[in-house]
């Protein structure tokens, strides 16, 4: 028996164990959008990703630490 039989079997007797009606709907949401087709982008949407990624490579992009002490600055003057 392989590995993904072993878990898929292991989940199985586990859930079958499982009464709270709350976290098997969780399940099923995790489940159900793990069947979703990869999101597909338009040709817009890759231009602008190429332009960021040079932009990053040629070091114009903003420190993620920079970014968010500017948001938390920003959101106190509110």
Same mark, same amino acid.
């Given at each position: 028996?392989?590995?993904?039989?072993?878990?898929?079997?292991?989940?199985?007797?586990?859930?079958?164990?499982?009464?709270?009606?709350?976290? +098997? &709907?969780?399940?099923?949401? /995790?489940?159900?959008?793990?069947?979703?087709?990869?999101?597909?982008?338009?040709? =817009?949407?890759?231009?602008?990703?190429?332009?960021?990624?040079?932009? +990053? &490579?040629?070091?114009?992009? /903003?420190?993620?630490?920079?970014?968010?002490?500017?948001?938390?600055?920003?959101? =106190?003057?509110?």
């Amino acid at each position: 028996m392989n590995l993904a039989h072993k878990l898929q079997n292991d989940l199985i007797h586990r859930i079958g164990q499982i009464d709270d009606v709350n976290f +098997l &709907k969780a399940i099923q949401t /995790i489940l159900d959008n793990s069947d979703k087709t990869v999101f597909e982008l338009n040709k =817009q949407q890759q231009a602008s990703i190429s332009v960021s990624r040079e932009e +990053l &490579k040629n070091g114009e992009g /903003i420190d993620h630490d920079a970014v968010i002490e500017d948001m938390r600055t920003w959101l =106190q003057k509110k």
